[in-house]
C-alpha cells in the first residue's frame, strides 16, 4: 500500500523532469540525469576521482598536435549554450592530434569550460580528491567517423583532453583575447567568431604528464565513448578572469557557476598514467602527501570509509555479532612444520614482514570461500602496550597483532589477488604481554638488529606457522573487510582468534627500536611504532562468532539480536 502510492509519486515526478531538461542543481541536476537519459546510471561514467595512490603506470607515446597553432582556415566560434560558454570549430583546416597512446588521429570538433562559484570548486575530474577552479575539456572524434554525432554511437569515437586551471596572481595574457570576448556571449544562444584565434595558446607546453580512463561525456546523455586524457600540470589564471567566466548567464538571466558534474564511481576500471604519480603513504602525519592513515582515503579510492565500504580493522562489538555453530574447523597443513620452508625477514618500512619464498603451507575449511595459500605474515604494533593492534575487541586493544595472509589457490600469486573479492584470507592473532619471553619468536627477534633500517632485509630461521596461532583455533570472529594498508582492497576474508599469544615486553621492545620510512621534519626516519590504522565502519556487515560468549564475559548479545529479530517478525505480522 505504502508502496504504490511512493511509486505512483516516483512516476509523476520522472515524467515532469524529463520534460524539463537538465541542469547541474535541484530536481533536474546531476543525480536525475538517469531520468534524461538511462546511461548517466551506467557503470563507466565521468568525470572521476583521479586517485593518483591507484594509477597504474604506463608509458604512452608523446602526443603531437597539427594545427593546434593554426590561425586561418578554419572558423572557431565562441557560444553561450545555456550550460556554458564553447568554441566550435568548422572549416577546411582541421585540427588534429594522434599518438599519447592512441592509433588513430582524432579531430578537434570544440572546446568548453565547466568553473566553480568560487576557486575551491569547478573541475570536474578531482586529483587525488582535489578539485581545482576551472577545468578545461578539448573534445575531439575519430576521424575514422564523419562527425561528432556519428562518433558519438562508437565506443573508440571520442578522445578528450581535459586540463585543470590554478589561480595566479597576474593574468594569463594567452587568456585575454578569450576572457575578453566572454562580453559578447553574455546570454544564451549569443555567439561570436574568434577570429585569428590559436588553440595552442591556451595550453601549457608539457604534454608528458597525463591520466588516461575510459568514461563518458559529462552531460547528457552521458554516452560511455570516450578515452579521458587529463593532464597533472594545470594552466595559470587569475581571480579576475575567473570572474569573466561567472558573470555569462543562463537562459533565465541567472550566473552560470558550478556548471560541473560531481565524480562518478570507478567501478572495475582502472586508471593508468604516463608517468610516476611519486604517492607515499604511513602512519606519521608528517608523511608526504598520503602520511597519516586518515589521508590514505585522498589519495588510494579504495581506502575510501563510506556507508557502503567494507574496510577493515574493525572494533569488534561483542553485542552484534551472531553466533554461527555451523562453522566447521579450519584443516591446516603445514602450519607444524618448518621442513621445506623458506622464509625471508625484512622491514618494509611500515612494518616487519615475513615472505614465504619457499614451501606449500594451505588452510581451508573455517568456513571460508574455498583453500588459501600462505604467502607472507607481518604484525602492527604500539608505542607502548595500551595500544597496537589494528582490530578492537569490545573497544580494547592489545600490543601487538600478527597477520597471517593467504591467497585464494586460484590465483597464482598474492599480486594477483589481492584486488578479487575472493582473492585473500587473513587470520588475526593478538598478543599479551607475558613475564616471560616467548622463545618461539626467537627466530625472528634475534634478526630484527639486522633490518633496522627501512627497506632492508635478511635471511632468518623458518618459524612454524603455527607460532602465530593461538592453542584454540576453533574459536574466532568472523566477517568480511579489506586490507588494511593501501590500497585497501575489499578482498580479505577476516578470521580473528579469540584467543591470544604470549610477548614479553623485552621482546616488543626489539620491534619498538627498529626505524620506519617515515620521515620527521628533520627529515630523519621515526621509529616504526603504531603502525596500525584506525578502526574503520562496521556498516551493516555480519560479523560472526564460531562461540557463544560466557555471562561473565559479556552479556546476551544473542539474546538481544534474537529480542531484536522477534520484535521485526512482530512488526512485519502486524503490517
Ligand atoms: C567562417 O564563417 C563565415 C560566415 O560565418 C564564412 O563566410 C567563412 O567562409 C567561414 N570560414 C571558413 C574557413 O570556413
Ligand atoms: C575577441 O578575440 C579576437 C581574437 O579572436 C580579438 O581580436 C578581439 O579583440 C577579442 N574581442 C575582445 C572584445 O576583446
Redesign the pocket.
Known amino acids: 500500500m505504502i508502496l504504490s502510492v511512493f511509486c505512483t509519486l516516483c512516476l509523476l515526478v520522472g515524467s515532469t523532469r524529463a520534460a524539463s531538461g537538465w541542469s547541474y542543481s535541484g530536481s533536474t541536476g546531476p543525480a536525475f540525469w538517469k531520468d534524461v537519459s538511462a546511461t548517466c546510471d551506467a557503470q563507466r561514467q565521468s568525470p572521476i576521482n583521479l586517485y593518483e595512490g591507484d594509477a597504474v603506470q604506463n608509458p604512452f607515446t608523446p602526443f603531437t598536435f597539427t594545427n593546434y597553432d593554426a590561425t586561418s582556415?578554419?572558423?572557431a566560434t565562441l557560444k553561450n549554450n545555456g550550460y556554458g560558454v564553447k568554441v566550435d570549430y568548422?572549416?577546411?583546416?582541421e585540427l588534429t592530434m594522434q599518438g599519447g597512446g592512441f592509433t588513430d588521429t582524432f579531430k578537434v570538433a570544440q572546446f568548453h569550460f565547466h568553473w566553480g562559484r568560487t576557486s575551491v570548486q569547478g573541475s570536474e575530474h578531482l586529483i587525488s580528491s582535489q578539485a581545482f577552479p576551472m577545468e578545461l575539456h578539448i573534445v575531439h572524434y575519430n576521424s575514422k567517423y564523419s562527425d561528432l554525432g556519428e562518433a558519438l554511437k562508437h565506443a573508440d569515437g571520442v578522445a578528450v583532453l581535459g586540463f585543470m586551471y590554478e589561480v595566479s596572481a597576474s593574468d594569463n595574457a594567452n587568456y585575454a583575447d578569450l576572457v575578453n570576448n566572454l562580453s559578447n556571449v553574455q546570454s544564451q544562444g549569443s555567439k561570436i567568431?574568434l577570429a585569428g584565434f590559436a588553440l595552442n595558446t591556451l595550453l601549457q607546453n608539457s604534454f608528458s604528464n597525463f591520466f588516461r580512463y575510459d568514461g563518458s561525456l559529462t552531460t547528457p546523455d552521458c554516452q560511455e565513448v570516450v578515452t579521458w586524457t587529463v593532464f597533472k600540470d594545470s594552466i595559470k589564471i587569475s581571480e579576475s578572469q575567473m570572474e569573466k567566466f561567472r558573470n555569462v548567464m543562463d537562459g533565465n538571466g541567472n550566473a552560470i557557476v558550478d556548471n560541473f558534474r560531481p565524480p562518478m564511481p570507478l567501478n572495475q576500471r582502472v586508471v593508468q598514467s604516463s608517468f610516476t604519480t611519486g604517492i607515499t603513504w604511513g602512519y606519521a602525519s608528517n608523511v608526504a602527501n598520503a602520511g597519516s592513515a586518515s589521508k590514505w582515503s585522498e589519495y588510494y579510492g579504495h581506502c575510501v570509509d563510506d556507508a557502503g565500504s567494507k574496510q577493515s580493522p574493525i572494533d569488534i562489538d561483542p553485542t552484534t555479532v551472531y553466533l554461527d555453530k555451523s562453522i566447521n574447523t579450519f584443516t591446516m597443513s603445514g602450519y607444524d612444520s618448518a621442513q621445506g620452508v623458506n622464509m625471508q625477514l625484512k622491514n618494509n618500512g611500515h612494518t616487519v614482514q615475513v615472505d614465504i619464498t619457499a614451501g606449500d603451507i594451505r588452510m581451508s575449511g573455517g568456513g571460508l570461500p574455498g583453500e588459501f595459500k600462505a604467502a607472507q605474515f607481518h604484525f602492527h604494533w604500539g608505542s607502548d602496550s595500551t595500544k597496537g593492534s589494528e582490530h578492537l575487541i569490545d573497544s580494547a586493544a592489545y600490543p601487538m597483532e600478527v597477520h597471517i595472509v593467504h591467497h585464494h589457490i586460484q590465483y597464482p600469486t598474492l599480486t594477483d589477488a589481492v584486488a578479487q573479492s575472493d582473492g585473500l584470507a587473513v587470520l588475526g592473532t593478538m598478543f599479551e604481554i607475558s613475564k616471560e619471553d616467548n622463545p618461539a619468536l626467537d627466530p625472528i627477534i634475534s634478526k630484527l638488529t639486522d633490518i633496522s633500517d627501512p627497506k632492508t632485509s635478511t635471511s632468518m630461521d623458518t618459524v612454524r606457522l603455527d607460532t602465530f596461532l593461538p592453542a584454540d583455533i576453533t574459536e574466532f570472529y568472523r566477517y568480511s573487510g579489506s586490507l588494511t594498508t593501501p590500497g585497501c582492497y575489499e578482498s580479505v576474508t577476516w578470521t580473528v582468534f579469540r584467543k591470544s599469544i604470549p610477548i614479553s615486553e623485552a621482546q616488543l621492545a626489539k620491534f619498538r627500536a627498529l626505524l620506519s620510512a617515515d620521515k620527521n621534519a628533520a627529515g630523519t626516519y621515526t621509529k616504526m611504532v603504531n603502525n596500525y590504522r584506525p578502526t574503520m565502519n562496521r556498516n551493516n556487515r555480519r560479523i560472526v562468532a564460531t562461540f557463544l560468549i560466557g555471562y561473565g564475559e559479556r552479556v546476551t548479545y544473542s539474546a538481544v539480536s534474537l529480542t531484536f529479530c522477534m520484535l521485526l517478525a512482530a512488526v512485519q505480522r502486524l503490517m
Open positions: 582556415g578554419f572558423n568548422s572549416g577546411a583546416t567568431d
